[in-house]
Protein backbone atom coordinates (compact mmCIF):
# COMPACT_ATOMS: atom_id res chain seq x y z
CA UNK A 1 0.00 0.00 0.00
CA UNK A 2 1.07 3.32 -0.97
CA UNK A 3 1.88 5.58 2.02
CA UNK A 4 -0.84 9.01 2.92
CA UNK A 5 0.70 12.19 1.36
CA UNK A 6 2.92 13.95 3.42
CA UNK A 7 1.36 17.46 1.44
CA UNK A 8 -1.42 17.69 -0.75
CA UNK A 9 -0.01 16.78 -4.04
CA UNK A 10 2.99 14.89 -2.58
CA UNK A 11 3.63 11.00 -1.20
CA UNK A 12 6.35 9.65 0.16
CA UNK A 13 8.62 7.45 -2.27
CA UNK A 14 8.10 3.97 -2.47
CA UNK A 15 11.21 1.29 -1.88
CA UNK A 16 11.39 0.71 -5.94
CA UNK A 17 11.30 4.17 -5.97
CA UNK A 18 14.11 4.96 -3.69
CA UNK A 19 15.30 2.31 -4.84
CA UNK A 20 15.49 3.86 -9.31
CA UNK A 21 17.02 7.23 -7.51
CA UNK A 22 19.73 5.05 -6.15
CA UNK A 23 20.68 3.25 -10.16
CA UNK A 24 20.13 7.20 -11.57
CA UNK A 25 23.28 8.17 -9.01
CA UNK A 26 24.99 4.96 -9.82
CA UNK A 27 24.77 6.48 -13.82
CA UNK A 28 26.36 10.08 -12.15
CA UNK A 29 29.26 7.97 -10.10
CA UNK A 30 30.17 5.99 -13.17
CA UNK A 31 31.46 8.86 -14.89
CA UNK A 32 33.94 9.48 -11.97
CA UNK A 33 33.18 13.08 -11.37
CA UNK A 34 32.69 13.69 -7.98
CA UNK A 35 29.28 13.82 -7.74
CA UNK A 36 29.72 16.05 -3.87
CA UNK A 37 31.36 18.75 -5.51
CA UNK A 38 28.42 21.47 -6.96
CA UNK A 39 31.22 22.59 -9.68
CA UNK A 40 32.53 19.42 -11.09
CA UNK A 41 28.74 17.91 -11.22
CA UNK A 42 27.87 21.61 -12.52
CA UNK A 43 30.97 20.89 -15.63
CA UNK A 44 29.97 17.21 -16.25
CA UNK A 45 26.17 18.30 -16.75
CA UNK A 46 27.61 21.37 -19.46
CA UNK A 47 29.96 19.00 -21.18
CA UNK A 48 27.28 16.58 -21.71
CA UNK A 49 24.83 19.57 -22.73
CA UNK A 50 27.73 20.46 -24.98
CA UNK A 51 27.38 16.92 -26.69
CA UNK A 52 23.67 16.67 -27.25
CA UNK A 53 23.55 20.10 -29.38
CA UNK A 54 26.78 18.75 -31.04
CA UNK A 55 24.97 15.89 -32.07
CA UNK A 56 21.64 18.02 -33.29
CA UNK A 57 19.64 15.72 -31.45
CA UNK A 58 15.84 16.83 -31.07
CA UNK A 59 14.60 14.40 -28.35
CA UNK A 60 15.91 14.96 -25.00
CA UNK A 61 17.91 12.87 -23.02
CA UNK A 62 15.65 12.25 -20.45
CA UNK A 63 17.66 9.34 -18.64
CA UNK A 64 20.36 11.76 -18.72
CA UNK A 65 18.25 14.63 -17.32
CA UNK A 66 17.14 12.70 -14.19
CA UNK A 67 20.11 11.39 -13.32
CA UNK A 68 21.54 15.31 -13.25
CA UNK A 69 17.93 15.69 -11.44
CA UNK A 70 18.97 13.93 -8.56
CA UNK A 71 22.57 13.95 -7.96
CA UNK A 72 21.84 17.97 -8.14
CA UNK A 73 18.98 17.20 -5.49
CA UNK A 74 21.39 15.04 -2.87
CA UNK A 75 23.73 18.20 -2.97
CA UNK A 76 20.30 20.55 -2.05
CA UNK A 77 20.02 17.80 0.48
CA UNK A 78 23.45 17.84 2.44
CA UNK A 79 22.80 21.53 2.86
CA UNK A 80 19.39 21.65 3.66
CA UNK A 81 17.62 21.15 7.44
CA UNK A 82 14.70 18.27 7.77
CA UNK A 83 14.14 17.82 3.80
CA UNK A 84 13.83 14.55 2.33
CA UNK A 85 12.95 13.36 -0.86
CA UNK A 86 9.14 12.90 -1.56
CA UNK A 87 7.39 12.08 -5.31
CA UNK A 88 5.21 14.90 -6.76
CA UNK A 89 1.53 13.67 -7.71
CA UNK A 90 -0.17 16.34 -8.75
CA UNK A 91 1.04 17.14 -12.15
CA UNK A 92 1.00 15.91 -15.68
CA UNK A 93 4.79 15.00 -15.50
CA UNK A 94 5.67 12.82 -11.71
CA UNK A 95 8.75 13.32 -10.46
CA UNK A 96 11.08 12.77 -7.44
CA UNK A 97 11.34 16.47 -5.93
CA UNK A 98 12.64 17.58 -2.41
CA UNK A 99 10.31 18.63 0.36
CA UNK A 100 11.30 20.54 3.80
CA UNK A 101 9.22 21.19 6.95
CA UNK A 102 6.35 23.59 6.29
CA UNK A 103 5.92 22.85 2.79
CA UNK A 104 9.12 24.34 1.15
CA UNK A 105 10.01 22.38 -2.14
CA UNK A 106 11.88 22.15 -4.97
CA UNK A 107 12.07 19.69 -7.80
CA UNK A 108 15.23 19.58 -9.32
CA UNK A 109 14.41 17.32 -12.14
CA UNK A 110 12.30 19.53 -13.50
CA UNK A 111 14.83 22.30 -13.23
CA UNK A 112 17.85 20.49 -14.69
CA UNK A 113 14.86 20.26 -17.73
CA UNK A 114 14.52 23.67 -17.96
CA UNK A 115 17.74 25.12 -18.07
CA UNK A 116 18.66 22.14 -20.57
CA UNK A 117 16.59 23.50 -22.76
CA UNK A 118 17.11 26.75 -22.48
CA UNK A 119 20.63 26.31 -22.65
CA UNK A 120 21.81 27.66 -19.24
CA UNK A 121 25.51 27.36 -18.41
CA UNK A 122 27.33 26.97 -15.23
CA UNK A 123 24.18 27.37 -13.28
CA UNK A 124 24.57 24.31 -11.21
CA UNK A 125 26.87 25.77 -7.73
CA UNK A 126 24.40 28.87 -7.47
CA UNK A 127 21.00 26.52 -7.71
CA UNK A 128 22.51 24.11 -5.14
CA UNK A 129 22.95 27.17 -2.32
CA UNK A 130 19.51 28.57 -3.47
CA UNK A 131 17.39 25.63 -3.05
CA UNK A 132 19.17 24.95 0.36
CA UNK A 133 17.94 28.28 1.36
CA UNK A 134 15.03 27.64 -0.16
CA UNK A 135 14.22 24.81 1.65
CA UNK A 136 16.10 25.89 5.21
CA UNK A 137 14.74 29.53 5.40
CA UNK A 138 16.61 31.55 8.17
CA UNK A 139 15.57 35.24 9.71
CA UNK A 140 19.14 36.29 8.68
CA UNK A 141 18.99 35.98 4.67
CA UNK A 142 21.80 36.21 2.83
CA UNK A 143 22.73 39.61 1.34
CA UNK A 144 20.86 40.13 -2.16
CA UNK A 145 24.81 41.23 -3.77
CA UNK A 146 25.15 37.64 -5.45
CA UNK A 147 21.57 36.59 -6.71
CA UNK A 148 21.37 32.78 -7.45
CA UNK A 149 18.55 31.00 -9.24
CA UNK A 150 15.54 30.35 -7.68
CA UNK A 151 14.31 26.63 -7.60
CA UNK A 152 11.01 25.71 -9.02
CA UNK A 153 7.99 25.80 -6.59
CA UNK A 154 6.22 22.36 -6.05
CA UNK A 155 3.01 22.70 -7.03
CA UNK A 156 0.28 21.41 -4.92
CA UNK A 157 2.62 22.20 -1.75
CA UNK A 158 1.75 24.45 0.90
CA UNK A 159 3.19 28.16 -0.39
CA UNK A 160 6.08 28.78 1.05
CA UNK A 161 8.14 32.23 1.20
CA UNK A 162 9.97 32.35 -1.68
CA UNK A 163 12.64 34.84 -2.35
CA UNK A 164 11.53 37.36 -5.31
CA UNK A 165 12.90 35.57 -8.76
CA UNK A 166 15.20 37.11 -11.50
CA UNK A 167 13.94 38.35 -14.61
CA UNK A 168 14.23 35.43 -16.64
CA UNK A 169 16.78 35.97 -19.55
CA UNK A 170 16.08 32.66 -21.17
CA UNK A 171 14.20 32.39 -24.34
CA UNK A 172 10.74 31.40 -24.93
CA UNK A 173 10.83 27.74 -25.44
CA UNK A 174 8.31 25.27 -27.08
CA UNK A 175 6.78 22.97 -25.10
CA UNK A 176 8.25 20.09 -24.72
CA UNK A 177 6.26 16.85 -22.71
CA UNK A 178 8.07 13.91 -21.68
CA UNK A 179 7.94 11.08 -24.44
CA UNK A 180 7.94 9.17 -20.65
CA UNK A 181 4.94 8.86 -18.43
CA UNK A 182 7.08 6.56 -15.99
CA UNK A 183 8.26 8.29 -12.70
CA UNK A 184 12.21 8.38 -13.68
CA UNK A 185 12.38 7.85 -17.38
CA UNK A 186 15.20 4.81 -18.11
CA UNK A 187 17.40 5.13 -20.86
CA UNK A 188 15.91 3.81 -24.16
CA UNK A 189 18.97 4.16 -26.21
CA UNK A 190 22.90 4.41 -25.13
CA UNK A 191 23.37 7.84 -25.84
CA UNK A 192 20.96 8.30 -23.24
CA UNK A 193 23.73 7.49 -20.58
CA UNK A 194 25.39 9.45 -18.98
CA UNK A 195 28.89 8.43 -20.39
CA UNK A 196 27.75 6.86 -23.74
CA UNK A 197 29.36 4.01 -25.07
CA UNK A 198 31.69 3.63 -28.15
CA UNK A 199 30.44 1.87 -30.87
CA UNK A 200 32.65 -0.64 -30.32
CA UNK A 201 31.45 -1.35 -26.54
CA UNK A 202 27.96 -1.35 -28.06
CA UNK A 203 28.99 -4.07 -30.73
CA UNK A 204 30.83 -6.15 -28.39
CA UNK A 205 27.72 -5.58 -26.00
CA UNK A 206 25.10 -6.76 -28.51
CA UNK A 207 27.35 -9.79 -29.86
CA UNK A 208 27.98 -11.49 -26.86
CA UNK A 209 24.52 -11.04 -25.60
CA UNK A 210 23.03 -12.87 -28.47
CA UNK A 211 25.75 -15.48 -28.12
CA UNK A 212 24.71 -16.03 -24.54
CA UNK A 213 20.70 -16.17 -24.97
CA UNK A 214 21.74 -18.97 -27.45
CA UNK A 215 23.87 -20.67 -24.98
CA UNK A 216 20.95 -20.06 -21.98
CA UNK A 217 17.98 -21.14 -24.30
CA UNK A 218 19.78 -24.18 -25.11
CA UNK A 219 21.18 -24.60 -21.22
CA UNK A 220 19.02 -27.29 -19.24
CA UNK A 221 20.62 -25.13 -15.64
CA UNK A 222 21.60 -22.05 -17.32
CA UNK A 223 21.50 -20.07 -13.64
CA UNK A 224 25.18 -20.63 -13.77
CA UNK A 225 26.31 -19.99 -16.57
CA UNK A 226 29.16 -16.93 -16.86
CA UNK A 227 31.51 -15.50 -19.56
CA UNK A 228 34.43 -13.33 -20.39
CA UNK A 229 34.75 -12.05 -23.82
CA UNK A 230 38.46 -10.46 -24.51
CA UNK A 231 38.92 -8.19 -27.43
CA UNK A 232 36.11 -6.98 -29.59
CA UNK A 233 36.17 -10.17 -31.77
CA UNK A 234 36.88 -12.69 -28.77
CA UNK A 235 34.72 -15.71 -28.21
CA UNK A 236 32.58 -16.49 -24.70
CA UNK A 237 35.00 -18.23 -22.67
CA UNK A 238 33.01 -19.64 -19.90
CA UNK A 239 34.09 -19.36 -16.30
CA UNK A 240 32.66 -20.06 -13.05
CA UNK A 241 30.75 -16.85 -11.94
CA UNK A 242 30.22 -13.12 -12.90
CA UNK A 243 33.03 -12.19 -10.21
CA UNK A 244 35.45 -14.54 -11.93
CA UNK A 245 34.65 -13.35 -15.47
CA UNK A 246 35.13 -9.66 -14.13
CA UNK A 247 38.74 -10.65 -12.64
CA UNK A 248 39.27 -12.55 -15.84
CA UNK A 249 38.57 -9.53 -18.07
CA UNK A 250 40.96 -7.32 -15.70
CA UNK A 251 43.56 -9.33 -15.99
CA UNK A 252 43.72 -10.10 -19.74
CA UNK A 253 45.21 -7.46 -21.21
CA UNK A 254 42.86 -6.42 -23.84
CA UNK A 255 41.32 -2.56 -24.85
CA UNK A 256 38.21 -4.06 -24.65
CA UNK A 257 36.28 -6.65 -22.93
CA UNK A 258 32.88 -7.70 -21.72
CA UNK A 259 31.61 -10.24 -19.00
CA UNK A 260 27.92 -12.32 -19.50
CA UNK A 261 26.29 -13.60 -17.08
CA UNK A 262 22.62 -15.30 -16.24
CA UNK A 263 20.50 -13.14 -13.52
CA UNK A 264 16.77 -11.72 -13.91
CA UNK A 265 15.22 -8.50 -14.58
CA UNK A 266 12.04 -7.22 -13.82
CA UNK A 267 9.66 -4.82 -15.56
CA UNK A 268 11.69 -1.59 -14.31
CA UNK A 269 14.63 -3.20 -15.18
CA UNK A 270 16.66 -4.14 -11.77
CA UNK A 271 18.43 -7.02 -11.64
CA UNK A 272 18.10 -9.49 -9.09
CA UNK A 273 14.57 -10.30 -9.31
CA UNK A 274 11.55 -10.90 -12.01
CA UNK A 275 12.16 -13.05 -14.93
CA UNK A 276 15.53 -14.89 -15.93
CA UNK A 277 17.72 -12.92 -18.06
CA UNK A 278 21.40 -12.83 -19.89
CA UNK A 279 23.48 -9.60 -18.56
CA UNK A 280 26.20 -8.13 -20.46
CA UNK A 281 28.65 -5.76 -18.77
CA UNK A 282 31.27 -4.50 -21.94
CA UNK A 283 33.69 -1.46 -21.75
CA UNK A 284 37.01 -0.24 -22.70
CA UNK A 285 39.57 0.53 -20.69
CA UNK A 286 39.31 3.38 -18.22
CA UNK A 287 35.75 4.43 -19.11
CA UNK A 288 32.63 3.95 -17.50
CA UNK A 289 30.83 0.37 -19.17
CA UNK A 290 27.11 0.08 -20.94
CA UNK A 291 25.05 -2.98 -18.97
CA UNK A 292 22.41 -4.36 -21.22
CA UNK A 293 20.56 -7.54 -20.83
CA UNK A 294 17.51 -9.72 -22.57
CA UNK A 295 14.91 -11.95 -20.86
CA UNK A 296 14.38 -15.78 -22.41
CA UNK A 297 12.24 -19.14 -21.21
CA UNK A 298 13.05 -21.30 -24.04
CA UNK A 299 13.41 -18.71 -26.46
CA UNK A 300 14.02 -15.20 -25.87
CA UNK A 301 11.32 -12.49 -24.30
CA UNK A 302 10.43 -8.75 -24.96
CA UNK A 303 13.42 -6.71 -25.98
CA UNK A 304 16.61 -5.92 -25.38
CA UNK A 305 16.89 -3.43 -22.07
CA UNK A 306 19.42 -0.92 -21.11
CA UNK A 307 20.16 -1.25 -17.52
CA UNK A 308 23.01 1.52 -17.10
CA UNK A 309 26.38 1.56 -16.55
CA UNK A 310 29.18 0.84 -14.13
CA UNK A 311 32.66 1.38 -13.20
CA UNK A 312 35.30 0.49 -15.66
CA UNK A 313 35.95 -3.11 -16.07
CA UNK A 314 39.99 -1.95 -17.32
Known amino acids: MVPAPVVVGMRPLTPAEHAHLDRLREFLAASRTDVSDARALGALLDTQRARWEAAGSSELPEAVLAAFGVGIGDLVLASADDAHWVLRTASDRPAPALLAEGGAAVVPLDDVRDRWISGARDWVPAYVAAAARHLSPVADSPAADTPAPVPTPLAGAA??????????????????????????PRPRIP???????????????????????????????????????????????????????????????????????????DDEGHVGAGTPAVLVEAGERGVATLVVAHRFAAAPVDDLVIVGQGAPLL
Open 159 to 184: PPAVPTPLPSRKPAQPDLPSRRSSRV
Open 191 to 265: ADLPVPPSVRVQMIALRALDQGLELACASPDPAGLAFVVHGSEGALVPVASQAAARLAAAGGGAEVAAVVWVSSL
